[in-house]
T-cell receptor
Framework: AQSVTQPDIHITVSEGASLELRCNYS??????LFWYVQSPGQGLQLLLK??????LVQGIKGFEAEFKRSQSSFNLRKPSVHWSDAAEYFC??????????FGDGTTLTVKP | EAGVAQSPRYKIIEKRQSVAFWCNPI?????LYWYQQILGQGPKLLIQ????????DSQLPKDRFSAERLKGVDSTLKIQPAKLEDSAVYLC????????????????FGAGTRLSVL
């Protein structure tokens, strides 16, 4: 069965600092991996995805993620965080028949 | 392009009452998903439609939850009777087929319906 673990429930960073959100997955084959962002009262918006090829993928809003098969990880990074990045972030793995399994999310707080 | 529309945005009911949520997907999107998102958790798939057929409803509590997608467009999710543990945000998403590998489909989410069961 596929599963996703996001070890950090809540992360606080200062504006302008770098950010890394962790994601570990469990899946029997080559996974399709996604990161979504959810602002309060909003639905989820796709930040980036990995299907195959280059293990470093670029997304919207200056985010990137690196797929590491040996560590079963797909961590999300951003070099310099903006106050508008405060939100909840979800990692997901796509599996059979298009069914996606989501982690429980990491809430990002940005300090001025 | 209009996004995924959901209504109502908020609903408060008492336990044992019934409730229905409506979703209008992005035009042309054949796949429609309903998710339940409990506070502090990630979205959990309840049911997935391909056009008007059910692809996956393995996690739908069928004794109280039902969903339909008439004519392969709009969808309605119903809970009858509601329990306290049904308090959650119900998200609808849709996707356009990108080929035979459905797992690559990008899902577009609506803003959700927040249900409170008292």
């Amino acid at each position: 069965a596929q599963s996703v673990t996001q070890p950090d429930i809540h992360i606080t960073v200062s504006e302008g600092a770098s950010l890394e959100l962790r994601c570990n997955y469990s899946y029997g084959a080559t996974p399709y991996l996604f990161w979504y962002v959810q602002s309060p009262g909003q639905g989820l918006q796709l930040l980036l995805k990995y299907f195959s090829g280059d293990t470093l993928v670029q997304g919207i809003k200056g985010f990137e993620a690196e797929f590491k098969r040996s560590q079963s990880s797909f961590n999300l990074r951003k070099p310099s965080v903006h106050w508008s990045d405060a939100a909840e972030y979800f990692c997901a793995v796509g599996g059979n028949a298009g069914k996606s399994t989501f982690g429980d999310g990491t809430t990002l707080t940005v300090k001025p | 392009e209009a996004g995924v529309a959901q209504s109502p945005r908020y609903k408060i009911i008492e336990k044992r009452q019934s409730v229905a949520f409506w979703c209008n997907p992005i035009s042309g999107h054949a796949t429609l998903y309903w998710y339940q998102q409990i506070l502090g958790q990630g979205p959990k798939l309840l049911i997935q439609f391909q056009n008007n057929g059910v692809v996956d409803d393995s996690q739908l509590p069928k004794d109280r939850f039902s969903a339909e997608r008439l004519k392969g467009v709009d969808s309605t999710l119903k809970i009858q009777p509601a329990k306290l543990e049904d308090s959650a945000v119900y998200l609808c998403a849709s996707s356009f087929p990108r080929g035979r590998d459905v797992a690559k489909n990008i899902q577009y989410f609506g803003a959700g319906t927040r249900l409170s069961v008292l």
